[in-house]
């Protein structure tokens, strides 16, 4: 369970590290127990503003339960807003849908090119010797000749694993067609040698990468602990538009000029998508498709299929719980830099009265401090310094927590705006850190390990890294004493 909060004192957005639940096949009411046991000594039901999580239904059973538990505790305590599901998880989960849907099963050869080398030096050793790479190589680390490790999990981070098979796919050709005959029993083999000799193979894999790539710009961004919630709607709204270009008739696409337009439009209507010989599958797969002789014209009928097919699937699976299917993803994007700059200031004023109006609804706002807030909105995004600024910020890099706290916290003529801003800016994007966290919780796992140690070891890294590592940790006197007195514990 990690915590994010506004630091009034470093003045920007901060996430911690609170505590841990273990659960096994846990459902929504174990989770709604274990929730409440966390925050036993905290007063949730009026200070928490939103629970971030990805897509298993058991999640969103748990949410409505949390609401109801908040709700009949106090019936005056604000409702919590909703995001939608993680979006790394929803990207990463219809990618791998969208792949799943084809005939290609590349899942299945990406795990078999990797594996038939893997844990084996003899076979290694051949594979080198045959492509006459064993004497130029001998000494040297070569394991950048071999084939990658395919992530079952993470569909997208295979993208390096599709790059290195292109490179190297001529050499395990010529490694397998060496064999006389393929072992017996293990039918890696089998996969590796008809995926060498497949005619669309290599088309298959640039098209997958050439996906993957599209969608990589958008993970990488929101991997950041960074606050980018402001920045969730145009972000995914520019990702599907672009996927859904590869598939879609233009005049189709350009009708769809709106969040909810591009939710409705119909999926399974031929009159609205590209012919499958028509579909933008990318120039690498396009050259590759070039390649092949006309009595290839079946197996290339039926990779433009799967392309699309893919992209359907892709998209459609994106839309389940997607943060543009949810209002609150689209007004806080008034407060975007990039949209600020962008956007008309009627749109922009219309967005942040939407804003206003929700979070009255859910009351986190009252109609006093809404209206002094929009007010104060609509003069600063009139102010040509304001807007400066705003021209200035790299989402890449900058910190829009810093860059607000920097320009409103000490602004008593902007009081107002800045508690929206505050409420809207801890706003969770996507659950990055907490994957992260189960990374660290695997290093620091030892046999028959109590999970109060879990817990207690993750607060003291949480601890060493806020002061900068463990170089930087002050070592004081009490701190000395605890250590002293600790074995009596």
């Given amino acids: ?3 994010s909060y506004f630091d009034k004192k470093e003045k920007i957005v901060c996430r911690s590290y609170y505590d841990s639940q273990f659960l096994g096949h846990a459902t929504a009411q174990d989770q709604l127990s274990s929730f409440k046991n966390i925050f036993k000594n905290v007063d949730y039901a009026t200070h928490l503003i939103q629970v971030s ?5 058991v999640n969103w059973v748990f949410l409505d339960l949390l609401q109801e538990n ?11 807003l909703q995001l939608g599901s993680c979006g790394l998880h929803v990207i990463h989960g219809a990618y791998k849908i969208g792949q799943e849907s084809t005939d290609w099963k590349l899942a299945k050869i990406l795990r078999a090119f990797y594996s038939i080398f893997k844990k084996s030096p003899a076979r290694r050793s051949d594979y080198l010797q045959i492509n006459e790479l064993h004497e130029s190589h001998e000494g040297k680390d070569t394991n ?6 395919y992530c079952g999990h993470r569909w997208l981070e295979n993208g390096k694993v599709m790059s290195r098979l292109m490179e190297k796919l001529q050499l395990v050709r010529k490694y397998i067609d060496s064999f006389k005959k393929l072992p017996k029993n293990d039918e890696r083999f089998t996969v590796v040698k008809e ?6 193979f290599k088309a298959i894999l640039q098209f997958s990468l050439c996906i993957a790539n599209d969608l990589e710009p958008f993970l990488k961004l929101f991997q950041s602990e960074r606050p980018l919630a402001f920045f969730l709607y145009e972000k995914v709204k520019q990702m599907m538009i672009a ?8 005049d189709v696409l350009a009708s769809a000029n709106s969040a909810y337009k591009i939710l409705k439009l119909d999926l399974k209507n031929e009159s609205n ?5 028509s579909v933008k599958i990318g120039f690498g797969a396009s050259t590759e498709l070039k390649k092949l002789k006309t009595v290839h014209h079946t197996n290339i009928r039926d990779f433009q299929s799967n392309a699309r097919k893919l992209l359907i699937n892709v998209i459609d699976k994106m839309r389940e719980q997607s943060p543009l299917a949810f209002k609150l993803t689209l007004y806080p994007s008034a407060l975007s830099p990039t949209q600020i700059v962008s956007m ?7 967005h942040f009265a939407s804003l206003m109006e929700l979070l009255i609804e859910s009351k986190w706002i009252n109609s006093v401090t809404a209206d002094k807030a929009l007010d104060q909105y609509v003069k600063l995004i009139k102010n040509k310094d304001f807007v400066a600024e705003m021209k200035k910020f790299d989402i890449a890099s900058d910190r829009v927590d810093s860059l607000y706290a920097g320009l409103l916290s000490e602004a008593l003529h902007y009081i107002d705006l800045w508690e929206v801003v505050k409420k809207c800016i801890i706003l969770s994007h996507g659950n990055a850190r907490v994957e992260a966290g189960f990374s660290i919780n695997e290093s620091t796992l030892q046999e028959n390990m109590k999970n109060a140690s879990v817990v207690a070891q993750r607060i003291a890294y949480e601890g060493i890294m806020k002061e900068g590592g463990a170089l930087k940790v002050e070592i004081n006197q009490e701190m000395m004493d605890y250590v002293r007195r600790s074995n009596g514990v």
């Fill in 344 to 350: 008309s200031n009627i749109k922009l004023e219309k």
């Fill in 70 to 80: 908040i709700k009949t505790a106090n019936p005056e305590a604000p409702t919590l």
């Fill in 1 to 3: 369970m990690h915590v």
């Fill in 195 to 200: 995926a060498c000799h497949h005619p669309v």
């Fill in 144 to 149: 950048y000749l071999f084939p990658l490790k």
């Fill in 243 to 250: 996927l859904m270009n590869r598939f879609f008739k233009p």
């Fill in 53 to 57: 999580m990805d897509g298993p239904n």
């Fill in 273 to 277: 998508l590209l012919s499958t010989s």
